[in-house]
C-alpha cells in the first residue's frame, strides 16, 4: 500500500469485499459481546468505587483501570463497527482520532494486566513491606503514567500524519484501524513496528517472569500438589485471560506486516481483519469482569450487597 493511492480508493475495495462476502453480519456477534461485557462490568466498576475498602487495594484499583479501559475500547468499537455497516462516511481525520484512542485503550489495558501480575508477584515476595512499598495514592499516580504512556505514541504520530497529509477533509466509506495503521505506516514503518514490537515483548517477558519466579517462590508450600488446587485453577484462568488480551495484537500487528504482500488475496485479509475486530479483540473484555468478579470473594460479595440494597430500597418504593 503506497501513499500515492488516496485512502477512500483503499476503503472502498475493502466496502466490496465485505459486501460480496456479507461481512456485515459480523456485527451480531459485536453487538452481543458488548453488551455482556456492558452488563458486567459498570457493575464491578461501581462496586470497587463505592466500597472504601476496595479502593485501598492495588489490585481492585487495577482491575478497575481495565474494565475503564475495556468499557472505552468496547464502545468505540461497537460505534465504528454500526457506522461501517451503515456505510456512515468518516473523515479522514475522525478516523485518525478514533485509531488513536482504540490503540491507547488497547494498550492502556494490555499495560494493565502486566501490571496485575506485577503486583501478584510483589504481594508474594515482600508481603510485609507491599503495602507500604504501593499505596493507593502511589497507584492512582501509576495508571495516570500508564494512560499517557500508552497515549504518547498513538497521538505523536495522529497529529504528525495530520500535519504532514493532504487527507484531513476526504471522506471514508469506512473506518478501519488497520488501513489507517497502515497508511500511516507508509510515513513512520520503522516506528510502529518498533513500537508494537517492543510493548509486546516487554510485557511477554515481565509476566513471564513474574510468574517463573511465583512458581518458584512457592513451589515448597504445597499449593501446586492437588491436579485442581486453588493455585492450578488461577493460574489456568489468568493464562487463558492473558492470552485472550494478547492475541489480538499480535494478530494485528501480523496484518500490518501482511498488509503491502501481494501474495496475500484481499479477502483474505479482509476476513481476518472482521472476525479480528468483531469477536477475537471483545473476547477478553467479555470474561474479564465475570472471571474477576467470581475469582475476587469481596467482589462478589460486594456485588451482592449492592443487589440486595438496590433491591431492599424497590421493594420500599412499591410498597409505599
Known amino acids: ?32 459481546l458488548t453488551l455482556a461485557t456492558l452488563l458486567a ?7 470497587i468505587f463505592l466500597s472504601r475498602a476496595l479502593r485501598q487495594e492495588t489490585r481492585y484499583l487495577l482491575l478497575a483501570n481495565i474494565l475503564v479501559a475495556d468499557l472505552f475500547l468496547v464502545l468505540l468499537n461497537l460505534v465504528t463497527v454500526i457506522c461501517n455497516a451503515l456505510r456512515a462516511p468518516m473523515q479522514w481525520l475522525g478516523c485518525e482520532l478514533v485509531t488513536a484512542l482504540t490503540v491507547t485503550s488497547y494498550c492502556c489495558a494490555v499495560y494493565t494486566v502486566t501490571l496485575m501480575v506485577v503486583d501478584t508477584y510483589a504481594a508474594v515476595r515482600w508481603p510485609l513491606r507491599y503495602r507500604d512499598v504501593i ?13 499517557v504512556l500508552a497515549a504518547i505514541y498513538p497521538f505523536t504520530v495522529m497529529i504528525k500524519t495530520h500535519i ?12 478501519l484501524v488497520l488501513i489507517s ?36 517462590i512457592t513451589r515448597t508450600q504445597g499449593i501446586w500438589h492437588s491436579r485442581f488446587s486453588r493455585a492450578r485453577v488461577t493460574l489456568l484462568a ?10 489480538p495484537g499480535f494478530l494485528f ?10 501474495d496475500i488475496p484481499q479477502d483474505v485479509r479482509v476476513w481476518v481483519s472482521t472476525v479480528n475486530m468483531c469477536v477475537f479483540m471483545l473476547l477478553p ?26 433491591h431492599r430500597r424497590l421493594s420500599q418504593a412499591t410498597a409505599v
Request: hydrophobic share 50%.
Open 1 to 32: 500500500m503506497t501513499s500515492p493511492i488516496p485512502i477512500s480508493n483503499i476503503t472502498q475495495e475493502w466496502v466490496e469485499i465485505m459486501q460480496k462476502w456479507h461481512l456485515d453480519l459480523f456485527s451480531i456477534p459485536t453487538i452481543v
Open 253 to 262: 500487528t501480523l496484518e500490518l506486516v501482511l498488509i503491502d504482500r501481494k
Open 164 to 175: 504532514a497529509s493532504g487527507n484531513s477533509h476526504e471522506k471514508l466509506p469506512v473506518c
Open 285 to 310: 473484555r467479555v470474561f474479564a469482569p465475570y472471571l474477576y468478579g467470581i475469582r475476587y470473594r469481596e467482589i462478589s460479595d460486594t456485588v451482592m450487597l449492592l443487589l440486595l440494597h438496590q
Open 135 to 147: 499505596p493507593p495514592p502511589r497507584t492512582y499516580c501509576i495508571l495516570v503514567g500508564v494512560w
Open 238 to 247: 489468568h493464562g487463558v485471560l492473558l492470552l485472550l488480551y494478547f492475541a
Open 41 to 47: 462490568s459498570p457493575v464491578l466498576l461501581v462496586s
Open 181 to 216: 495503521l497502515g497508511f500511516i505506516q507508509d510515513r513512520n514503518v520503522t516506528g510502529i513496528y518498533i513500537y508494537f514490537f517492543v510493548a509486546a515483548l516487554m510485557c511477554s517477558l515481565l509476566i513471564s517472569y513474574c510468574y517463573i519466579r511465583l512458581y518458584m
